[in-house]
């Protein structure tokens, strides 16, 4: 009975923990979310930088030229998104008008097939109130907040990168380096995670912009800039991106054709992402299961918003590290894996398919 209820008594104590970190999380997200970018940009950028002071420059002036390049090319890419979506906005009325005229359209043919009289539909400009403006505002600031703090961190976490090794020296002892070979493993699956999916979002943007310019979208760049950067997001990001895009290609279009194609390769283009570019590229450093990358998505995004969801995968990696090491935990630390058996009541056709090919081979 008493190792029961001191059963009971470490769960609820795991459970406060866990409820009470979460709520720091959430409270603290404006300070915590910066810290935790710069972390993980010091990681990905830690290579160019001490590839500039292996050329015998001092580490400040290294630092401060990758973050240069770096701050280049995203102000180039901020400058050619901003005037693409300027040119969009001045664009509204008339997508507004289009969107009303060809979805009541809609709505009134599939009244008539069902014998239901149409309903016209709300224009665009409905959706605009000073509220949803006001809350636009509020989170375009504090994303000008955290781009203008993230480099201050991602500089100083270069700068003091002895000197936090030399601090988690002096906390492991110098017998026992198990912390720096966690942070080593740790920087590895951040650096592998965010680079990869760097390059990949580049590919994905190249090729989604390849399709729409040459089915004559007005503002590709941006559109398949959003379908690339959403992607981030898995499963559901790709889905918004999509629909919006589809929205657009059937609101500036005089044929149902373009729409469907438009998603057809998209689709296409996800299958390739997900199937080939992405395993090749990124490989499998993030061990993580679909089911706790969903979790993680959903719990990033209530915590920390659009940078919970992106953030939070790689953290489920290093979570998952932080449990193999600890042989208490190693259990959850499998429960978070993506290596576990199927055991399946029958032979599924296509393993006799593979089965079949390969004794064919032999014989």
């Known amino acids: 009975m008493a190792a029961s209820l001191a059963r009971i008594q470490k769960t609820a104590y795991i459970l406060i923990i866990i409820v009470i970190v979460f709520w720091i999380m959430k409270v603290g997200s404006f300070i915590i979310v910066p810290i935790v970018w710069g972390i993980f940009f010091a990681f990905s950028l830690y290579p160019i930088s001490n590839w500039f002071e292996k050329k015998r420059l001092?580490?400040?002036?290294?630092?401060?030229?990758?973050?240069?390049?770096?701050?280049?090319?995203?102000?180039?890419?901020?400058?050619?998104?901003?005037?693409q979506v300027l040119s969009l906005i001045l664009d509204i009325p008339q997508i507004s008008e289009s969107f009303h005229k060809k979805i009541s359209a809609y709505f009134i043919d599939l009244g008539g097939m069902v014998g239901l009289d149409g309903t016209a539909m709300p224009e665009i400009s409905?959706?605009?109130?000073?509220?949803?403006?006001?809350?636009?505002?509020?989170?375009?600031?504090?994303?000008?907040?955290?781009?203008?703090i993230v480099p201050l961190f991602i500089f100083l976490m270069l700068y003091y990168t002895d000197f936090f090794r030399e601090f988690l020296n002096k906390i492991s002892g110098d017998d026992n380096n198990s912390i720096l070979v966690w942070i080593d493993d740790s920087g590895k699956v951040i650096q592998s995670y965010l680079v990869g999916m760097t390059i990949v979002t580049?590919?994905?943007?190249?090729?989604?912009?390849?399709?729409?310019?040459?089915?004559?979208?007005?503002?590709?760049?941006?559109?398949?800039?959003?379908?690339?950067?959403?992607?981030?997001?898995?499963y559901v990001g790709?889905?918004?991106?999509?629909?919006?895009?589809?929205?657009?290609?059937?609101?500036?279009?005089?044929?149902?054709?373009?729409?469907?194609?438009?998603?057809?390769?998209?689709?296409?283009?996800q299958l390739t992402e997900n199937n080939l570019i992405t395993p090749l590229i990124v490989g499998s450093k993030v061990n993580v299961n679909t089911m706790v990358v969903i979790l993680a998505i959903l719990i990033g995004g209530s915590l920390w918003g659009?940078?919970?969801m992106i953030l939070f995968i790689p953290l489920m990696g290093v979570?998952?590290?932080?449990?193999?090491?600890?042989?208490?935990?190693?259990?959850?630390?499998?429960?978070?894996?993506?290596?576990?058996?199927?055991?399946?009541?029958?032979e599924n056709f296509w393993k006799i398919f593979l089965r079949k090919i390969k004794s064919k081979k032999e014989a």
Do not use: Q
């Open 202 to 234: 580049g590919i994905v943007s190249v090729m989604s912009g390849v399709f729409f310019y040459f089915i004559g979208i007005k503002y590709y760049v941006l559109f398949a800039v959003l379908i690339a950067v959403m992607n981030l997001i898995p």
């Open 319 to 346: 979570l998952k590290i932080t449990f193999d090491r600890i042989p208490s935990l190693a259990p959850y630390g499998y429960l978070l894996g993506d290596k576990f058996p199927v055991n399946e009541k029958n």
């Open 126 to 148: 409905s959706f605009i109130t000073p509220e949803n403006l006001n809350a636009t505002l509020l989170g375009a600031g504090k994303s000008l907040t955290l781009a203008g």
């Open 58 to 83: 001092p580490r400040g002036l290294a630092i401060a030229l990758t973050l240069i390049l770096l701050s280049a090319i995203a102000l180039f890419v901020f400058y050619t998104l901003i005037n």
């Open 306 to 308: 659009v940078s919970g």
């Open 238 to 269: 790709v889905i918004i991106s999509s629909f919006l895009v589809v929205v657009y290609v059937l609101l500036t279009t005089d044929s149902l054709f373009y729409p469907f194609f438009t998603m057809f390769i998209l689709w296409i283009i």
